[in-house]
């Protein structure tokens, strides 16, 4: 397996190693809201999502798909000669919606001759028997993942974030969608108030169990115009500095199973919402520091000391 110099199994070195080149993702909003906003749940939705559904980066959702790729692909290729790219339905939650309109939007992203994957972030409880079929359908045109926000696995803070559903759902999505040959990458947040390390290793350590393929590792945000925000300016909490997010990341990597592929290791929230922590605003410095520590150290993913 090659790593391709990083300590890790990154994204990109798994899209290298499978593809032989660099791809590209584009953010996509397919129109959809979710069953946390929509009152099916509840008004509110996650106490740390933004009002764009966690797709602050995503295309304009009055574009239809083709365009918001063809304009995506324009704005990368001014600086790069990519070639390749993962169409990401990013924005809220992106099962949540008829099967045939489903359909329609899922096809104008893998028509796209530019388009290798199929990449749908949604939850674990909006993966209806119709949806998983037509996932499994469009999986042999052209690859296609699902993206599954987990979070923790701790219930009291499962009830904090308003996630609104219990861990058996979620691994019965996981089970459903490996049972179809759809890979699964998880979502995890790091620095949750009311977590510790031993926590957050616990969360690492479950998912190990589990047929997943990937993993986000995603440093908590503070955003401004969420419920998250207000208990911030409280003082009920306080988000993690960097040096202790990375050195979390660290033991993280080195809890976790070397086959699983790191597609996040920190996240950049938009520099207009963002309260805290302001220091992932230079998300290229944060990553050349987890790499410099984690050279330092020794440390390989899936090691579970240091030497």
């Known amino acids: 397996m090659d790593w391709h110099g990083k300590p890790y199994y990154s994204l990109d070195s798994y899209l290298k190693n499978t593809y032989g080149r660099k791809i590209y993702k ?34 304009d959702r009055h574009m239809d798909i083709t365009g918001q790729i063809n304009s995506q692909i324009e704005m990368i290729r001014q600086k790069s000669t990519a070639r390749d790219f ?4 990013q924005a809220y939650t992106n099962t949540y919606a008829p ?19 199929l990449d749908i972030a949604t939850r ?35 009830t904090y974030i ?21 890979p699964v990458i998880v979502h995890t947040i790091l620095g949750l108030p009311g977590e510790n390390a031993n926590d957050v290793l616990s969360t690492i350590q479950y998912l190990n169990t589990l ?3 990937g993993i986000k590792l995603q440093l908590l945000h503070v955003l401004r115009g969420t419920d998250l925000a ?27 199973s070397p086959d699983i592929v790191v ?34 150290g020794k440390c390989r993913q899936g090691q579970l000391f240091m030497i």
């Open 124 to 158: 674990p409880d909006c993966l209806q028997e119709g949806v998983l079929d037509l996932l499994e359908e469009i999986n042999q045109l052209k690859p296609v993942w699902v993206e599954l926000g987990l979070q923790t696995i701790h219930p009291a803070t499962a």
């Open 263 to 296: 597609h996040r290791v920190t996240g950049d929230g938009p520099k207009s919402l963002l309260i805290s922590p302001l220091w992932s605003g230079n998300k290229r410095g944060v990553l050349n520091r987890l790499h410099q520590k984690m050279a330092q």
């Open 99 to 117: 099967v045939e309109y489903l359909r329609d939007i899922y096809t104008q992203a893998i028509s796209h001759p530019d388009i290798v994957i």
């Open 230 to 256: 207000l208990d911030y300016e409280k003082g009920a909490f306080q988000t993690l500095e960097m040096e202790e997010y990375l050195d979390l990341v660290i033991s993280c990597l080195q809890h976790l």
């Open 211 to 213: 047929p997943i393929f």
């Open 86 to 89: 993962i169409a990401y339905f």
């Open 26 to 59: 584009v953010s996509l909003d397919g129109g959809m809201t979710c069953p946390n906003r929509d009152g099916t749940l509840d008004h509110r939705g996650c106490i740390f999502c933004s009002a764009g559904g966690s797709g602050d980066f995503a295309g």
């Open 162 to 182: 308003r996630r609104g559903y219990d861990l058996s759902c979620f691994e019965e999505a996981v089970k459903k969608l490996h049972s179809r040959g759809i």
